[in-house]
């Protein structure tokens, strides 16, 4: 695979976590690694995504981290990956019940209530594409409810945002440290 392949695959992978498509995410991701085993950003999300299940080993995190970094982009890794390894919520089941797809499809899915549960649960975990997604189903089933919106549907796409950009900061980096 190219490294514009990898960007473009990357990229995609990307898009499907904003949008709380974890399942296709995920696989992004391990392409992305099968492909490019160094490639740091594809191995963080992955690690991202386990970490909303269970608790990441002290080896995996060790993996993660990069010294090398800026100070300011290291402070920020460090924080991540202190939030993955000592986050007291967990999610039950498997990525792929709590992909905004297979979410859609459960029978609780036609209850608004059960949507902003499943949107604040995703919100704990570290997945604010997931979380901005289950409140627009709520919003799509109860809109009068969404004139003044929860604080954390406002916050979700700074979230988003936030997290993408300091994974390319890293990239670049990384991409400039090994020139």
């Known amino acids: 695979m190219s490294n514009d392949a990898i960007e473009t695959a990357l990229a995609l992978a990307d898009q ?9 995410a995920r696989d992004g991701y391990a392409a992305v690694l099968k492909e490019a085993p160094a490639c740091w950003h594809a191995a ?5 995504l386990e970490a909303m299940f269970e608790v990441p080993t002290a080896e995996r995190i060790e993996q993660l981290r990069l ?4 100070p300011e982009l290291l402070k920020i890794l460090d924080r991540d990956l202190g939030v993955m390894s000592q986050r007291t919520k ?14 859609r499809a459960m029978s609780a899915a036609g209850d608004f209530s059960w949507w902003e549960a499943r949107a604040a649960d995703a919100a704990d975990v570290g997945q604010p594409g997931l ?13 009068e409810m969404y004139y003044d919106p929860p604080s954390l549907t406002a916050e979700c796409p700074g979230r988003i945002d936030r997290h993408l950009a300091f994974l390319k900061d890293v990239g670049h980096h990384t991409a400039t440290a090994r020139r």
């Open 44 to 48: 963080f999300q992955l690690a991202w």
């Open 90 to 103: 967990r999610l039950s089941g498997r990525l792929e019940d709590w992909d905004i797809e297979a979410l």
């Open 131 to 143: 979380a901005l997604a289950c409140y627009s189903e709520a919003e799509k089933l109860c809109p």
């Open 16 to 24: 499907n976590w904003k949008f709380g498509r974890l399942a296709s």
């Open 67 to 70: 010294p090398a970094l800026p």
